[in-house]
């Protein structure tokens, strides 16, 4: 341990997770890195470095790894250290100095008082301040496969009719009528991880077509794969940024438009690959869509239902082909009716 002028002699001896506010607060201002160990099993130590604007809590590391993925100002690491391995929770300060000094004695305390495991040390100490450090906000799942499942479009259709027609085309994100908007026809894309073709319908007008316009339902069904035979929703925004090549900055607003960071890339850790090869679905007549005509025909003073959210299950639908430059996308599908 650094002595640190000040700061009691006998508060330093005992144990470092007992600092008063105001020798804590004397550390920090003294801008010089100090390590201030915990008392007690397992072994841990407070690397505190003002420099860095960060505190460390050092102990062994046991598996599993904690999930801390998605707080803010937060992390985790696993380092070799004279043949042992170390495990280190970082956090950064961000003017909240005591409240990471008392969430890192707290993990000690689980360890060393409560003999938790390394994960659920942490978990459980996390979970006691998490006022103090608000979680990164993420998109939900059915927003990240959303999400995915529109690139997957977007990127097909750079490849066939170049980028900024297909960039120009991308017209969900502007909160305009349809996801897809391309001479002809309109696509509403939908996407699933289920093993049914079921998605879920927002409003009274996603599935009503616009000017007489074509509109297809584009279902794409997703499952979870390796890193090495999937793509993570980061590396899918990656992939599509690359091929925007100078439209990238109207990509960019549109990824922004529908809730994506960069800063929270690391939070989407599933991998991402086709179940199969996605279906187009007509919606003409024989589509169970609930319109805002259908629905007036059909329930008294429609009006005064504000808001509707349905599901639609379109596995025994017999799927359709889509025009070009789509016809590829999509496979058709006979066998159910």
């Not at 072994?43 to 998605?70: S, W």
């Not at 003017?95 to 994960?119: C, F, I, K, R």
């Not at 006691?128 to 999400?147: M, P, S």
Request: proline letters at 6%; one cysteine or more.
């Amino acid at each position: 341990m650094i002595d640190h002028p000040g700061v009691d002699a006998t508060e330093r001896s005992q144990d470092a997770r007992h600092l008063t506010v105001e020798n804590l607060d004397l550390v920090w201002s003294g801008r010089h890195p100090v390590v201030l160990p915990l008392s007690g099993e397992p072994e841990c130590r407070l690397d505190v470095h003002p420099p860095n604007g960060t505190i460390t809590l050092i102990t062994a590391f046991t598996p599993p790894e904690p999930d801390v993925a998605k707080w803010r100002n937060i992390t985790f690491q696993r380092v070799m250290s004279d043949e042992q391995e170390l495990a280190e929770l970082r956090v950064v300060i961000a003017d909240n100095l005591h409240g990471a000094y008392g969430l890192l004695t707290s993990v000690a305390d689980q360890l060393q008082l409560h003999h938790e495991p390394l994960a659920s040390a942490v978990a459980i100490s996390i979970k006691k301040h998490r006022d103090l450090f608000a979680g990164q906000a993420g998109l939900t799942t059915e927003k990240e496969l959303g999400l995915f499942g529109e690139l997957l479009v977007l990127e097909y259709l750079i490849e066939m009719i170049g980028a900024r027609r297909a960039i120009e085309s991308w017209q969900g994100p502007r909160s305009e009528e349809h996801d897809f908007v391309l001479p002809g026809i309109h696509l509403e894309v939908k996407t699933t991880s289920g093993e049914h073709r079921k998605h879920m319908m927002h409003g009274f007008t996603q599935l009503e077509s616009v000017r007489g316009i074509p509109l297809s339902l584009v279902s794409i069904q997703l499952t979870r794969a390796s890193h090495d035979g999937g793509f993570s929703l980061g590396q899918m925004v990656s992939r599509v940024r690359a091929k925007a090549g100078g439209y990238r900055p109207p990509v960019d607003a549109s990824l922004e438009a529908v809730g994506w960071d960069d800063g929270h890339a690391d939070l989407y850790t599933t991998f991402w690959t086709r179940r199969n090869t996605p279906r187009a679905f007509d919606v003409d007549q024989r589509f169970p869509a609930l319109t805002s005509a259908r629905l007036e025909a059909a329930i008294p003073n429609f009006k005064a239902v504000a808001n509707l959210a349905y599901s639609v299950d379109l596995t025994h639908f017999t799927s359709d082909v889509l025009p070009e430059p789509l016809l590829g996308f999509v496979t058709t599908d006979t066998e159910h009716s």
